[in-house]
């Protein structure tokens, strides 16, 4: 029984730690955050809705300045302040920014955002197991193997769903009218908007694929979407 008691240790960590993980958010993203209220952007969120048969697309501004957008586990969308101020600044088109809100709905249609956290709790439990046992083989550097194969893992499932989200937000995009090209021209201002550089590590240590990639894998779908 004691063999397995840092197995049943981490599995009790996760729970507590998605539970805890999901409260938090939740109550964070309350606080911090008001709807969004714009013109031009209610007009693109309002032919995505129809697209999706849906009333309205409800999207939120949290109060913070990184530029990102998000999708909370409750189905929720939010963009931050910092990348509405470069839309209000004209750095963003609004058809860019529509492609954010429509990536972000992808995460949460897909079941990407839910998952996510539920990924991350598990992979903390799962951190603490490996490191538990490696540790008792290899001293003072197990717990440095376990994280670093647990960030390897993370970022790989990360960008997996980026893919999907991207292939999502397009196919909705060109229902809508509004098409793949500011999704495109988005991608290629990314890097600059968040003062990232892409080719500072490889793609595989990324939480995110690379930009041409993501065009790449657009591209490769758009003439079936545009046909469909």
Do not use: C
Not at 108 to 134: E, K
Not at 178 to 191: A, T
């Amino acid at each position: 029984m004691l063999k397995f008691t840092p197995i049943l240790l981490a599995i009790l960590y996760a729970v507590a730690m998605y539970r805890f993980s999901a409260w938090r958010t939740a109550r964070e993203l309350d606080q911090r955050s008001t709807e969004l209220a714009d013109p031009r952007l209610k007009k693109l969120t309002d032919r995505m809705a129809a697209a999706l048969d849906l009333k309205r697309i409800r999207v939120n501004v949290y109060e913070i300045d990184p530029v990102n957008g998000l999708a909370a586990p409750d189905g929720r969308i939010f963009i931050t302040r910092g990348f509405f101020r470069k839309y209000q600044n004209g750095e963003v088109s609004a058809e860019e920014m529509a492609s954010v809100i429509a990536h972000e709905l992808g995460h949460v249609a897909l079941g990407h955002s839910r998952r996510r956290m539920i990924d991350f709790s598990g992979q903390n439990a799962l951190r603490t197991a490996l490191a538990m046992v490696l540790s008792r083989f290899l001293p003072g550097i197990g717990i440095w193997i376990a994280n670093g194969l647990m960030s390897l893992l993370a970022a790989r499932l990360s960008r997996s769903d980026e893919y999907e989200a991207d292939e999502y937000a397009a196919a909705l995009l060109t229902k809508a009218g509004i098409g793949v090209e500011p999704q495109k021209s988005l991608f290629r201002k990314l890097e600059a908007l968040t003062d990232s550089r892409g080719g500072a590590a490889p793609a595989w240590l990324m939480s995110h694929p690379k930009t041409e990639e993501r065009i790449a894998a657009l591209e490769k779908h758009q003439h079936r979407w545009q046909v469909d």
